[in-house]
């Protein structure tokens, strides 16, 4: 089947996402790609279609954000369904209930909790590296969970790698250097 034009493949997308179950709704295209069509579904799920060069549909999983353009996506097992366009919205929609939604939906909602618990990872790296900025009197590095601090007579300068873990370089007299590591080791 050839590629349909634009405006008909709108138009299918419009019937197909009709034809699924009521909280799923078309995103009207973007006039940079009028093949790259979204049905927007549940808690922020979405479902992307597109046509391929022979006709077929390709139907993939809309994933949720992060930051810029990149998204928490599975590492493996992203479904993806291809169907004829030629097959009608009634039929389409029935392949995408049956063969992606019962795959794309769970993973979905995996990425969702990945995704909450990095934006707390995140906060929690952020936070820890404020502490240790004021703590050594230092100063936070923009755009890092760095600080570095230079009171008199040593260099002190912290990456944080997450809430639990902190690479610390200190440039300092051997005596400070003495007391630091023993601080370090009495923490338990």
Known sequence: MPKLP????????TAIAAELPPDWGVRP?????????????PAGAGIHIGQDHTGRLVITGCWPPSYGTWYFHPREGAPTITVRADRGPLAIAGE???RFLPAYLPLY??????????IAREAATESLADEL????????QHNRAAFSAFPPG????GEIGGPDSVRLTLDCPA??????????????
């Open 96 to 98: 995408i209930s049956r």
């Open 109 to 118: 909602a995996q990425q969702v909790q990945d995704r909450i618990a990095t």
């Open 154 to 157: 040593m260099s002190i300068r």
């Open 6 to 13: 634009p405006a008909g493949f709108a138009a299918l997308v």
């Open 29 to 41: 295209p973007t006039a940079d790609d009028p093949y790259s069509i979204e049905i927007d579904g």
């Open 175 to 188: 005596a400070q250097a003495r007391a630091a590591l023993q601080a370090c080791l009495d923490v338990k």
């Open 133 to 140: 900025a004021r703590l050594s009197g230092g100063d936070r």
